[in-house]
């Protein structure tokens, strides 16, 4: 693994399944992040982590949950699915300074039907 | 609330030079970040500024003017492959970033 990867590419998900996104990072970063991306708005965080074991909540937590059980780590859950969450989804990780440069992951492309 | 305009997309022609614009206005700055975004990819880290000023890298250059809540990002030479996404983000009081919704640059032969 180089950096950060994300599964799956993308997914066709019917209303109200349970789904997990996942992420892992190889570059030791202490800070992961989950946002959204929608067509004409700009990224938006659903939650971080700023350390292994602890977790905030960003701008738009409703519906999602996520888990930091180790450095590497960092999956993000849709427990019921709904059409509003369809979009595309980024994990990107940080060393954890408060001004540290962000790396991204490709993506995945989620679609609630 | 917080706010981050930039132009949705820009038109320029390959050899020339663009100036990408983007205003903010965040709940305290800790600071403003440029990112590239190709279509289909995940954004890129372009350049950071803090200070007020121009940052020179390569054919990138970013200024920032912390009194009146303004950056922007030049290009020059373009290059086809300069097309993408460019994406402003300020840095808010709690060290959140405040993303804008991106300005697409079209790049024309």
């Known amino acids: 693994i180089a950096g950060i990867t994300q599964a799956p590419t993308s997914q066709i998900l019917a209303a109200g399944r349970r789904m997990t996104l996942r992420c892992t990072q190889d570059?030791?970063?202490?800070?992961m992040y989950w946002y959204r991306q929608d067509l004409g708005l700009g990224l938006r965080l659903i939650h971080y982590s700023n350390t292994a074991g602890t977790t905030g909540k960003g701008e738009v937590p409703d519906g999602y949950s996520v888990s930091r059980a180790n450095t590497d780590d960092f999956p993000l859950t849709l427990a019921s699915a709904v059409p509003s969450q369809t979009s595309v989804y980024f994990c990107a990780s940080g060393s954890g300074s408060s001004t540290d440069t962000q790396y991204f992951g490709p993506g995945t492309r989620l679609t609630v039907l | 609330g917080q706010n981050i305009d930039q132009p949705t997309e820009m038109t320029a022609t390959e050899g020339a030079i663009v100036q990408i614009n983007c205003t903010y206005q965040t709940s305290g700055f800790n600071g403003l970040f440029w990112y590239q975004q190709h279509a289909g990819e995940a954004p890129t880290f372009l350049s950071y500024n803090v200070l007020d000023g121009l940052e020179e890298k390569g054919r990138f250059s970013s200024f920032l003017s912390r009194s009146k809540g303004y950056s922007y990002l030049l290009l020059k030479e373009l290059q086809m492959k300069d097309s993408a996404s460019y994406l402003c983000?300020?840095?808010?009081?709690?060290?959140?970033?405040?993303w804008g919704a991106g300005t697409k640059l079209i790049i024309k032969p």
């Open positions: 983000a300020a840095l808010d009081s709690n060290y959140q970033l405040i």
């Open positions: 570059m030791r970063h202490n800070a």
